[in-house]
């Protein structure tokens, strides 16, 4: 019997102190919420006092919950300056920012864009304008040569012609939105962009490409030798080629294929310097021409040169005609 009452009044003792501790818990835990809240409050008065408003509106509207004891560990991560890592100073600032983009917003949607000339958009575009200046390229000699314009391939020919040249045009607006890196750094400013264009090589050569010595047609009829100011814009394609060695998967093929089409131009060319020189009376006769030239169609008078000419410089053209 004595025993057991030594066991109960030990479990008396230990419930006891038990309760005790979780009493000065609670207590303790209340003393640091009711510390926490005067700080804020404390704060609060700060901020109005200098003049500010709190970075959040939610600060003052809501309302005070004494429901259940915060823990210690519990408080305003915004309102420690180590949280964003600034001052009440720099809250300003930024509080400031944030109301000029809101007004801006309200005001209405003021927005610009820029190219980055290392982007795929210029790539692109400078493969359009490449497509036009290639148009050129092989065309203008062809019609000075075989087929000048008339009456039934006007509208053809003058649609091509004109297309060509509003992407010229573009390519002017396109390059005053163009960014350019000046120490290391993408300008993205209008102005800047505008004066570096303009003070540049490369505006004056895009405004001689669209000179209108077209409007010479009306004196003089129609001569397509007039629109070979348009060949300048080769710039255009050299740069497209040469990004498109740098960045293609497949080098010694577009290596390859560059050089085919160059040797294609060049025999184009002369053959339409061939047939110029045919139609001039050649040097004093015809006898070192092909025959059967004036009864042949457009076609086969530019492939007879065309062939002719591929001969003569693959030097075949001269060792058949020792032959013969």
Request: net charge positive.
């Amino acid at each position: 019997m004595m025993t057991c009452r030594l066991g109960s009044r030990r479990l008396g003792g230990s419930r006891g102190s038990l309760q005790a501790g979780t009493a000065c818990s609670a207590a303790s835990e209340l003393d640091l919420s009711s510390r926490s809240r005067r700080s804020h409050k404390a704060r609060l008065k700060l901020l109005g006092a200098s003049g500010e408003a709190p970075l959040l509106s939610g600060w003052r509207s809501t309302p005070h919950t004494p429901a259940t004891p915060a823990p210690h560990h519990s408080h305003n991560h915004l309102a420690t300056p180590h949280c964003n890592g600034t001052d009440s100073g720099s809250r300003g600032g930024l509080r400031r920012r944030s109301t000029y983009t809101s007004g801006r917003l309200r005001s209405g949607s003021h927005w610009s864009f820029v190219f980055d000339p290392a982007g795929r958009l210029c790539y692109y575009w400078s493969m359009v304008v490449s497509l036009a200046f290639l148009y050129n390229l092989w065309v203008i000699v062809y019609r000075f040569a075989f087929q000048e314009i008339n009456g039934e391939t006007l509208i053809v020919w003058f649609c091509l012609d004109y297309f060509s040249d509003f992407l010229y045009l573009a390519d002017i607006l396109f390059h005053f939105r163009t960014g350019y890196l000046e120490d290391g750094v993408l300008q993205t400013d209008a102005g800047k962009l505008r004066a570096h264009y303009m003070n540049s090589t490369t505006f004056y050569i895009d405004c001689l490409c669209l000179l209108p010595l077209d409007f010479l047609y009306l004196s003089i009829g129609f001569n397509s030798i007039l629109r070979s100011f348009r060949l300048v814009k080769i710039y255009r394609f050299w740069a497209f080629m040469d990004r498109t060695e740098r960045h293609t998967n497949y080098p010694n093929l577009f290596r390859s294929t560059s050089l085919i089409h160059y040797l294609l131009v060049i025999f184009h060319w002369n053959g339409c310097l061939y047939h110029i020189i045919y139609k001039n009376n050649g040097f004093g006769s015809k006898n070192w021409v092909y025959h059967d030239t004036e009864t042949a169609d457009v076609v086969k008078q530019y492939l007879q040169s065309y062939y002719w000419c591929t001969l003569a410089l693959t030097t075949i053209g001269k060792f058949s005609s020792a032959i013969l």
